[in-house]
């Protein structure tokens, strides 16, 4: 067996034959040819070091009864030194001053052995006019761990119980209250947290309810279980609130309720399993996973506007509120349809917005009143999976999406909105955007200052709000610019615009059809370069990357950071030539541990860190300069919406004068019966009027029947 070198550190195989080293030793100096071996013991008191056999210890080693090892370290090797607390450093510096001489080459091994260590260190304490352990304390901590200018730092970390809990009955710790100090009386003091845990446990769980807070769950608890006597007061008995000192305090309260509350427990219990999924869960996945282009899944939902619309025959008759039905496609986020209707929510309104989302947009707007070009909204495409919100796609009537037309349908679980992230947001900027800035929109605030109901203002109808929708929405394909939705193969390109409608289009010509999978890389090393991430809800976020390792989905680490609002910073070592890891370090086993990257940022697999942040630059300027681009298109569009709103709110002052304000809010629900009746005959009207038009007549040729192939969207056009 190799013989022991300088700072190795070797200990007794436990459970076997006693051999005489209680605890690990640290080899300082190895003279072989006089079998000389001095070793100093690591443990809480250090004493001073030993001299031993070198043969004995090696034939310990060989027999196995003493075994190599590797001391944990200590905190401070894993921070810089800027991060070290300054009083340790303090420490750190003026210990080394201390025993700078005695170490040196010129007192080795002397330093080392008996006879000569102690008239060394008396020298030096009686030069500096020190006490001998002033001397021999930092001399011994400095050889105990490494032998190092650092093994000087304060060993702060090993101070305190070591993760015991405070027994009942003993002193209560902390600052004094200031009603001590005051009254200079320590019978004021108040209970230890540990005297008192038993009964803020009872008082957590009797009282700290769903809509409960903190404090009043305190104040229930110190009356029920705290109360010093009861007043009798006619047939009821008043408890007697305890003095300030014998009761728990607010703070003590709070730590009892954190640290049962370490793994969510309470958290868990007070809400539902919906819930905390919805808003309390960490958020890895992505909406874009398994998604292999466009086309790929379609999502749909539908909302009750907040807006009041009047009828189109007269426009002091109010309809209420319309419903609205998008579809977007998950993979370019491009809204392929929408229906806005009095139908619904119900199958019927949805399968006219599939409709529209399977039609020519051109076609769609001509009937509005607005004239497109094909190129402006090209989706009439249908998707391979159509996921909705586990209503109207699951009755029979839905039965021909999956059976006639090949679409795989998918219900989101109930009550979990967040299963659908890409519709759910776009309710969120057509409201925002659009919505709340048009007469009759629900704006609860407004209404409380105006002292009048919106339904008052309401001015557009039907038709013009689907105008106005048709509008913002394609305003919305050209110019929603989010450059993290780029795929990675369009910059390769040299194509950076990240609108939808761009993604959509590159997608439908290289990506519908097939997907890509990218093959997975590991890196693993010992060295790696520093730098800080942050714990956010959606993973461990560096340099536009996610993260994520097994032991921050078991601790929650993601949970906590949305459940607390905060983005915790982190500690990190990394590759920047091979992004696909990351490690953090477990406090436990002082060991970095390695973060995968998640799946949906595999696209990043490949990039380096200075390609991400030529990247980020990149984009951005293109972003300003598509803004500017758009600049004149979009205000074209807006004008043509502000148009349509002006046109609505002076027709409808027109129609409305005179009326008082109980006319105009009257009959909503007969108006609203009207007006459904007009559009289904409408509707009826148009499909008539369609069946009986003969075929236009063309100067093509016909194929033979048996040389036509089957058109799978044959099925659509007849419906």
Not at 257 to 266: A, C, P, T, Y
Not at 275 to 302: C, M, Q, Y
Not at 448 to 455: A, D, V
Not at 458 to 477: D, Q
């Amino acid at each position: 067996m190799e013989i022991l070198h300088l700072a190795e550190v070797f200990e007794a195989v436990p459970n076997v034959v006693e051999t005489g080293f209680a605890c690990p030793q640290r080899v300082l100096w190895v003279v072989p040819d006089e079998d000389v071996l001095v070793a100093i013991g690591i443990q809480k008191n250090l004493k001073k070091p030993g001299v031993y056999s070198l043969q004995e210890v090696m034939r310990l080693l060989n027999d196995g009864l003493l075994q190599r090892i590797e001391v944990k370290l200590r905190p401070y090797v894993f921070q810089p030194e800027e991060a070290i607390l300054r009083r340790s450093l303090d420490v750190r510096d003026r210990a080394w001053a201390i025993i700078k001489p005695l170490v040196r080459e010129d007192c080795i091994p002397d330093i080392y052995l008996p006879r000569t260590r102690g008239r060394l260190i008396l020298a030096r304490a009686a030069e500096l006019e020190l006490d001998p352990k002033q001397v021999y304390r930092p001399l011994y901590r400095y050889w105990a761990y490494g032998s190092c200018i650092d093994a000087l730092i304060a060993c702060y970390d090993l101070c305190g119980p070591s993760g015991q809990r405070q027994k009942a009955g003993s002193n209560k710790r902390g600052r004094r209250p200031d009603r001590v100090k005051l009254q200079n009386d320590p019978s004021v003091l108040g209970p230890s947290r540990a005297d008192v845990q038993t009964k803020i446990v009872q008082g957590i769980h009797a009282f700290l309810k769903p809509g409960v807070t903190i404090k009043k769950a305190w104040e229930d608890t110190k009356r029920t279980y705290f109360k010093t006597g009861e007043i009798e007061h006619g047939n009821l008995l008043i408890p007697v609130l305890p003095e300030d000192h014998e009761a728990p305090s607010l703070h003590q309260f709070n730590q009892v309720v954190k640290e049962m509350n370490q793994d969510f427990s309470l958290t868990k219990r007070n809400i539902s399993t919906t819930t905390w999924n919805l808003k309390h869960r960490g958020v890895l996945g992505s909406s874009k996973s398994r998604v292999f282009g466009p086309a790929a899944r379609f999502e749909i939902d539908a909302t009750i506007v907040d807006v009041y619309l009047v009828s189109v025959f007269n426009r002091a008759w109010l309809i209420g509120r319309p419903v609205l039905y998008v579809v977007v496609d998950v993979f370019s986020r491009m809204v392929v349809g929408f229906y806005l209707g009095l139908e619904g929510p119900s199958w019927e309104g949805a399968r006219l917005a599939l409709f529209n989302a399977f039609s020519y947009k051109a076609d769609f707007c001509r009937q509005l009143g607005i004239d497109i070009g094909p190129d402006l909204w090209p989706c009439h495409h249908l998707p391979h999976k159509l996921l909705c919100d586990n209503g109207e796609l699951k009755s029979k009537a839905s039965d021909a999406l999956p059976k006639e037309l090949g679409i795989t349908i998918q219900n989101a679980a109930v009550r979990r909105p967040d299963w659908k992230p890409n519709v759910e947001q776009q309710f969120n900027l057509i409201n925002n955007h659009t919505i709340h800035f048009e007469p009759g929109a629900l704006n609860r605030r407004l209404d409380e200052m105006k002292r009048r109901h919106c339904s008052l203002d309401a001015s557009l109808t039907l038709p013009e709000l689907s105008r106005i929708l048709a509008y913002k929405l394609i305003k919305y394909n050209l110019s929603a610019y989010r450059a993290h939705a780029l795929p990675e193969e369009m910059l390769g390109e040299n194509l950076m615009d990240a609108t939808p409608l761009a993604v959509w289009n590159w997608g439908m010509e290289h990506l519908t059809g097939g997907a890509k999978v990218l093959e997975k890389q590991r890196v693993w090393t010992k060295l790696l370069p520093a730098a800080t991430a942050s714990v956010r809800r959606d993973g461990i976020y560096f340099h536009g990357r996610r993260y994520a390792c097994e032991r921050a989905i078991r601790e929650e680490w993601f949970a906590r950071a949305r459940t607390n609002g905060k983005v915790e910073p982190i500690e990190i070592r990394h590759l920047p030539y091979a992004p696909a890891s990351i490690w953090i370090l477990n406090a436990i086993s002082r060991e970095w541990e390695p973060c995968e990257l998640l799946d949906d940022n595999e696209k990043y697999r490949l990039a380096r860190l200075e390609e991400m942040i030529d990247r980020a630059k990149l984009l951005g300027l293109e972003a300003d300069h598509k803004a500017s681009a758009l600049r004149q298109v979009s205000a074209t569009l807006d004008a043509e919406c502000e148009a349509i709103t002006a046109a609505a709110k002076e027709a409808a002052a027109q129609a409305k004068q005179g009326l008082s304000k109980t006319e105009k809010k009257a009959n909503v629900h007969a108006n609203r019966a009207f007006e459904k009746t007009a559009e289904r005959v409408e509707h009826a009207r148009e499909a008539a009027q369609s069946y009986c038009e003969p075929p236009a007549q063309d100067n093509v040729v016909k194929l033979r029947p048996d040389m036509r192939k089957q058109n799978p969207l044959d099925d659509i056009w007849s419906l």
